[in-house]
């Protein structure tokens, strides 16, 4: 294209762009006038711009009316109270504790349990008790073969008796023996005692006696059978109490502490509880499992128990207190997770940490006091320093059921 032509062309174009500012652009006049156009000039061009420009401004101010309008409408009809209030529904924030409660499986055992054994070696001759006896210490259980042991002390009652008379006879006749005569019948009646008893107790470990109060177990053995020291008789349970072994985490190694009360429940006894207290605490966290043994006595004075029984124990503490929330009030962001906190009529944005979730209501870690006021619905509207308008229907019920 010819140089003369480009030139015409892009005359056109500049002259169609000011015409276009002229008409189209408000206040097109004001500027050309700043430009130092002259006034004439100026009302030349420029009336009918701004003649359009007045008609354009006063259809955007009544367009702006009534966009005012529909939003005002439309905000009505989102739940906005008076000056744009979101309406919401709120719950008030209440106290929730955790770790305040521990549940354990333990096995339970006697307060004192003794398998009776034999302090000799012998046959079986006799047995004195039966399965579910109550025996007294010092009872007897069984009796073995005794025939030898009766013998020897028939002979060191002889013995002694030589040794007496023998004695008794130097000591009349000191004059006529020595004094080392004297001596010897003294010592020789003295061996002659020390025989008697050590025959007497043979006879009597003959005799197979309870070490302990308790209750009879199943009877193993028969009459006639030869038994040793080492074969066990019976054994006998002192059940006026138990004692339940149970293991609990170590994170409440600190908070345990001997005489601490304890409920105890069998399973063979569903729905009815035992008291008891924490005897013992051991000292040490076991590596393999990280729990921590305790020992815990239980009464069964009505010897409801046995010893082997599973219980299920459970024990209270004081716990840590936590703000609790109602769950949906929780919300997330790419920072983590808050909550919309509710004072003199506007929102605001509060972080939390989520410390334990419950199916009626979140404990979490943030600086919320009791009362503080949480919105639970309404939350898609919310925003941060918004105003909100707190449902009255609601607000009244706001509370948290905490356990």
């Given at each position: ?8 062309l ?18 097109a006049g004001?500027m ?12 030349m061009i ?11 401004g006063?259809?955007?101010?009544e ?41 354990a499986?333990g096995?339970g055992d006697?307060i004192r349990?003794?398998a009776v054994?034999?302090?000799a ?11 579910g006896d109550?025996?007294?210490?010092g009872q ?20 002694v008796?030589a040794?007496v ?5 130097y ?5 006529s023996?020595s004094?080392m005569?004297?001596?010897?019948s ?5 061996g002659a ?5 050590a ?7 003959r ?5 302990i ?6 009877v193993p053995?028969?009459?006639?059978d ?5 074969t066990?008789?019976?054994t ?7 004692l ?5 985490p ?8 001997v ?10 006894r569903?729905g009815q509880?035992?008291s008891g ?7 040490r966290i ?5 729990t921590?043994r305790?020992?815990a ?8 128990l046995?010893a082997g ?8 503490f004081?716990g ?7 769950p949906q009030s ?5 920072q ?8 003199d009529?506007k ?11 419950n ?12 009362g ?10 919310v ?6 308008r707190?449902s ?6 706001g509370?948290v059921?905490?356990?």
């Amino acid at each position: 294209m010819a140089f003369w032509k480009q030139l015409i062309l892009s005359l056109i174009v500049i002259f169609a762009g000011f015409a276009a500012w002229v008409f189209f652009v408000p206040g097109a006049g004001e500027m050309m006038r700043a430009a130092g156009i002259p006034e004439g000039l100026v009302s030349m061009i420029a009336p009918k711009a701004e003649e359009t420009a007045d008609a354009d401004g006063s259809s955007r101010a009544e367009g702006q009316q009534r966009g005012q309008g529909q939003g005002q409408g439309q905000n009505r009809r989102n739940g906005g109270g008076r000056n744009g209030a979101i309406l919401v529904a709120t719950q008030a924030v209440v106290q929730g504790v955790v770790n305040d409660r521990l549940n354990a499986i333990g096995t339970g055992d006697a307060i004192r349990s003794v398998a009776v054994t034999p302090q000799a070696t012998g046959t079986i001759r006799e047995i004195l008790i039966k399965s579910g006896d109550m025996v007294k210490a010092g009872q007897v259980l069984a009796k073995l073969d005794s025939e030898e042991q009766v013998i020897a002390r028939g002979q060191a009652d002889v013995a002694v008796r030589a040794a007496v008379e023998k004695s008794n006879l130097y000591h009349n006749i000191k004059s006529s023996v020595s004094r080392m005569d004297v001596f010897d019948s003294e010592i020789a009646e003295q061996g002659a005692r020390l025989q008697l008893q050590a025959a007497e107790l043979n006879l009597a470990r003959r005799n197979i006696t309870a070490p302990i109060d308790g209750i009879v177990g199943i009877v193993p053995v028969n009459i006639g059978d030869n038994v040793t020291t080492t074969t066990p008789i019976v054994t006998l349970d002192d059940r006026s109490e138990i004692l339940v072994d149970f293991w609990v985490p170590e994170r409440f190694a600190n908070t345990v502490k001997v005489g601490q009360p304890v409920d105890a429940m069998s399973v063979a006894r569903p729905g009815q509880v035992f008291s008891g207290a924490i005897e013992a605490v051991d000292n040490r966290i076991d590596a393999a499992s990280r729990t921590l043994r305790l020992r815990a006595r239980i009464d069964n004075s009505s010897d409801e128990l046995r010893a082997g029984m599973s219980f299920n124990v459970s024990m209270k503490f004081p716990g840590d207190k936590y703000p609790a929330v109602d769950p949906q009030s929780v919300q997330w962001d790419s920072q983590g997770s808050f909550v919309w906190l509710v004072t003199d009529d506007k929102s605001h944005k509060v972080r939390v940490s989520v410390v334990q979730r419950n199916p009626d209501f979140v404990l979490v870690n943030a600086d919320l006091k009791d009362g503080d006021k949480i919105v639970t619905q309404g939350l898609q509207r919310v925003r941060e320093g918004g105003a909100v308008r707190v449902s009255a229907d609601v607000a009244a019920n706001g509370e948290v059921a905490t356990q």
